[in-house]
C-alpha cells in the first residue's frame, strides 16, 4: 500500500507556475436594454492584463477592447459609450469602428422617450456642454455653461449672460423646448428637486427660491438670510 502512494505522488505532474499568468477570470457584465449586446472584462493572469469586451449574443459580433473600459449602453440599444484616457468613443452597435471624440473631461446620458442625448464637455472649452442625439445623431452645444445637472428626462442649466446675469433653464433636448426658471445677479446655488421635478429648490441673491410650475411661473421666495450667511 505503502509503495502505490509513493507511486502515485511520483508520477503526479508538478504545477507549472508560469500557468498562473495565463489563468482568465471575468468581471463587470452589463447588458443592453434589449437583451442582445453584452460587455464585460477579461482578466488575464493576477490582475495583470485586462481586456474589454462588447458582445453580440445574437450573433458573432465581437469586439475586444485592451484595458479595463466602463462601458455604457444607450437605452435604445444603439450604441455603447465609453471613456479611453480623455478620448470619448460612441460605437453603433454592430459595426466596428467608433466614432471617437478628443480631449473629453467626462459625460453623461440622458434618457429620453425616443432615446438617449449623449452630453459631454472638453478640456479648454469648460463652457460649452456639447449633446448628440442617439436616435438621429443630430448634436447642439449650450455656450456659456456654468453647470448643469440632469432632471428627469430634462436638463437644468445655468447660463451666464453677462458678468452680472445669469439664468437658470429647464431644458428638453427630445422636443426642442426650454423654460426659464430664474434670472438674476448671482449663480442659483444648493439646486434641488422633487422626485418628478415638478418643483425645484435653489439658492440665489442670498434668497431661497422655490419654482413650482403648477402653482406660479415664476419662483417664489422662501426665506431671506441675513447678511452674514452664506
Known sequence: M?????????????????????WQSVDGGKISGNGNWVSYQVITGNHAQFNTIIKSLSGRNEIELPGSVDISFTTDS????????????????????????????????LHTGSGDFILYTKSGRSNDLYSIASDNGSEKTYH?????????QSLL???????????????????SK??????????P??????????????????????F?????????????????CT
Open 2 to 22: 505503502v509503495s502505490q502512494v509513493l507511486l502515485c505522488l511520483a508520477q503526479k505532474k508538478v504545477l507549472d507556475t508560469t500557468a498562473i499568468a495565463k
Open 78 to 109: 444603439r450604441y455603447a459609450v465609453f471613456k479611453e484616457g480623455n478620448k470619448l468613443n460612441i460605437l453603433k452597435l454592430g459595426e466596428q469602428s467608433p466614432k471617437s471624440i478628443s480631449d473629453v473631461n467626462s459625460f453623461d446620458l
Open 144 to 152: 456659456e455653461v456654468i453647470n448643469y445637472r440632469i432632471l428627469g
Open 157 to 175: 442649466i445655468t447660463f451666464k449672460k453677462s458678468d452680472d446675469s445669469y439664468e437658470l433653464q429647464q431644458i428638453y433636448p427630445e422636443r
Open 178 to 187: 426650454s423654460k426659464l426658471i430664474y434670472a438674476g445677479m448671482s449663480v
Open 189 to 210: 446655488e444648493n439646486i434641488s428637486s422633487s422626485n418628478d421635478g415638478t418643483k425645484i429648490l435653489f439658492k440665489s441673491q442670498n434668497k431661497l427660491w422655490l
Open 212 to 228: 413650482n410650475e403648477a402653482e406660479n411661473p415664476k419662483p417664489v421666495q422662501l426665506h431671506l438670510f441675513s447678511k452674514f
